[in-house]
């Protein structure tokens, strides 16, 4: 697959460049080079980025960073079951934990919610630096949901992060899916308290919070699209002063 000349492979993390000086010179920068497209393509284009994924994994599979990368990749396009294989080759190799709680989230999307509550409770969890253990906590309260457990979803939700009034690089997660719990409970004043909290965390706009907010607050966006102007910018209106008129 091509790959633009201004991919160098140097965008890579130091330690994955340490990693691939274990392969011959030119063998590891079309390896780096592969792994780049893959961070760039991720998000936006994730069938892309699993196919460099699995260039790279052809070139260097024994490269732990090369398995980790493979395993994100197939992540992202839910094909769990080989996500977590490459998790799993991946930890074999390094003996880190930091994977455990993206293992644990595989075995709920392989239709497992069991399996990941009892990663949850295993001692690994003890051993991940705090942004894994609040992402282990997201997995453990989505599995909770998974089994149509929403009260034991919301109280594993609560926790020292939650209530914390320092802003992390997890706290508008944490606080969206503690306010979506709460919802689902039909406890709906709470969830509104919540998901305007996500809002004064969520710097980057990385939630759909504001939205949740304004139809919890009977606020619809519509499409306003005039015969003369089809660019027309989105009309907002009350949906309650329907209601006001009935």
Do not use: H
């Amino acid at each position: 697959m091509p790959i633009p000349d201004d991919v160098t492979g140097y965008e890579i993390d130091k330690d994955v460049q340490q990693e691939l000086q274990s392969l011959p010179k030119g063998l590891a920068e079309d390896v780096a080079r592969n792994l780049v497209m893959v961070a760039k393509l991720i998000d936006e284009d994730p069938e892309q980025a699993y196919a460099y994924s699995k260039i790279a994994l052809r070139l260097a599979s024994r490269v732990a960073a090369v398995r980790e990368a493979a395993g994100f990749a197939a992540y992202a396009n839910q094909k769990y079951s080989e996500a977590l294989a490459e998790f799993r080759a991946a930890r074999r190799m390094t003996g880190s934990v930091e994977l455990w709680p993206v293992m644990a989230d595989c075995e709920r999307g392989l239709g497992r919610p069991e399996k990941a509550l009892e990663m949850a409770g295993a001692p690994e969890v003890q051993k991940l630096d705090k942004a894994g253990q609040v992402e282990m906590r997201l997995v453990a309260a989505g599995a909770r949901r998974d089994m149509d457990q929403i009260d034991a979803a919301i109280v594993t939700l609560q926790s020292p992060e939650l209530a914390s009034n320092s802003v992390q690089p997890w706290t508008a997660r944490l606080r969206y899916a503690y306010a979506d719990a709460l919802l689902a409970a039909g406890r709906e004043d709470e969830a509104r308290e919540w998901f305007a909290k996500v809002i004064e965390s969520d710097k980057d706009g990385s939630t759909d919070a504001s939205d949740r907010l304004a139809e919890l607050d009977g606020v619809e966006f519509v499409d306003a699209l005039g015969d003369d102007d089809a660019e027309a910018a989105p009309e907002v209106r009350d949906a309650a002063a329907g209601d006001d008129e009935d």
